[in-house]
């Protein structure tokens, strides 16, 4: 589990997903893939001849591929996961100009038994859908697909709580080569003048907070991270006298990963991919039971 | 008219507001009342540009007039820049008479001398700013005037409002300029930036009132309001508390309007304490944290924390010193028991 191939998974890499949860797909078929492209693509354009896609240009041509990403996965009982790819070909292009890719969006389960351990035959689980590129190119995907296996997206929105774990949990991953910063980013947004506050922390400094607190390696507990954060709050309080705990935690950066409230990551280490995801799997699944 | 004085113009008016054009023309003055009234400002923007262009072009505008066009949108919209403030020391000597005229030959001698390629343009406002916009080049090309650098000088004080161009290898050879040109011995940028030049102007000429304002707090009123099974020792702790934060906040603030600053950044090489029971980071190293507030009016932001308990009153002083020591960037290391801020 632990080495994921890093060419098939460099597309994940560095750039900003946003997250849905997506319950069970009903009637998927992993051969079909190819009708499915042919019906997505069909769709899509039936819905610019009616005018509803917009920031599509009209000459462009929009190509659908689907393909499975074998390597992510969790366990054998999690699904393979399956990425979704619009490319657009200019049609007023006359050379043979490559394929511009305008748009992915790939649904995925790391370790997510959770979900599929309780789910009927003919439900396939893949809780987390990632996506990058325009919001129109989202709907018109999103609506395909839960016409076709009757499924429902939600977007997927991080708590606080849920940031500081990630806070916690990447501050103490080991790296390499020189690291960025780990930052918190709080936002006071209800006074007359909202006010933003980051507070980064020299990454090797942050590390040596999370390793006097955690007590078991491999092993986090929600009490942990509370001695954390507010270790990092009493810091703060010493010097502004400010109450950083009744600010909303809105954004956290470590040189792993990134993730906003809004339901928004970036992940920058293939490395620690799978741990990503497995925390991003958990979130989902809890957002649709 | 060269051509690229005719396109530098057709943008400069493209970045205007189109219902602020005619007014922007009409300050510059280098068109006729007579042709500003042939021109049509109820077209596309993109058009009335054009139309500019061509009265320009029966003028013949040089650069000369195209960077005065320039100082006065920036002169505006100064809000859209970011200002970093310098301040000169004197030699000791007696103050001299300020001669306008003095100060420009010598501050275009100065950079001539360094610099051929170089558009130096100069506008004087009534409150005794001096406005000056340098386009720079290289020894071989001609100055960029896209990325020109903005100086606004008030004589009668030591402060120089700089708003640099990206071209930041030209910011030693302005500076000198401007030492050579204003008679001082030196200059030294302060730690102090923000995007609204009026209130780092309020902040250096010390135009905003100052802490340590006297509150008298007015007589407790209104005790018969309260509900008749309220305790009263609890309603009086609530007021007491309240105009005690109020009190505290003045003392920090003062009571007039904060200067309007947008952020302030503190780097902080100061030691982790914690309470030895929670048996955590114990380190002889300090805890290094770069931490930044943000905020459309940063000042009056902190200003209300305090009465809404998101923070302790009084503030620290870390926040409010910031418009008395005329800085918004901050190092702060250990000493003992309190903080220094080189």
Known sequence: QENLDAQKTAFVLRKAWTLYSVTPLYGFRRGRLRDYARLLSAFIAAEKQKGLAVEVGVELDIKVALSSLADLRGSELDQAGLLVQLSSRSRASSRNSEDKLLWSGWFCSMFGDDLSENVPENFTCLPLFLTHGAESYTALVGSWFQKTFDCCFRRLAISPLNLSW???????????????????????PRLSHPLDISYAIHPEDAKALWD?????????????????????YAHFHRHFKIHLSAAKLVKVSTGIASAHCDGIVKILHSQYLPGVLMLLTELAISQIQ | MDETVAEYIRRTVLKMPRDEIKMMLQKWGFLSEAQLQTLNFHQQKDNISQEVVQLCE???????????????????????????VYQMKKSGEEEEYFDIADFKKKFKGRIRSALKNVTITFKEYEDNAIWIRVAWGTPHKKPNQYKPSYVVYHSQTPYVFISASVLKSNLPLLCQALIVASNYRDIREMELRSHSLNSLKDIVFKRYSQNFQTYSPKPVQGWNVEPENADRRIVHENRSAKERIHRLNQESFGCGPQPKLEFAQYRLDTMFKSDPKMDVLDKKEPFRCLVKFSSPHLLESLKSLTPLGMADAPLSPLLTCITHKARNYFKIREKKESFVSP
Request: proline fraction near 1%; charge should be negative.
């Open chain 1, 212 to 232: 006097t607190v955690q007590k078991t390696p491999g092993e986090i507990t929600q009490g942990e991270v509370d001695i954390f954060m507010d270790c990092l």
């Open chain 2, 58 to 84: 029966e003028n013949s505008a040089g650069i000369k007039q195209a960077a005065a066009l320039d100082i006065i949108y920036n002169h505006i919209y100064q809000n859209k820049r970011m200002w970093s």
């Open chain 1, 166 to 188: 990630m806070v916690a949990m990447w501050a103490g991953y080991k790296l390499d080569r020189a690291a960025s910063a780990v930052e918190l980013v709080f936002s006071m």
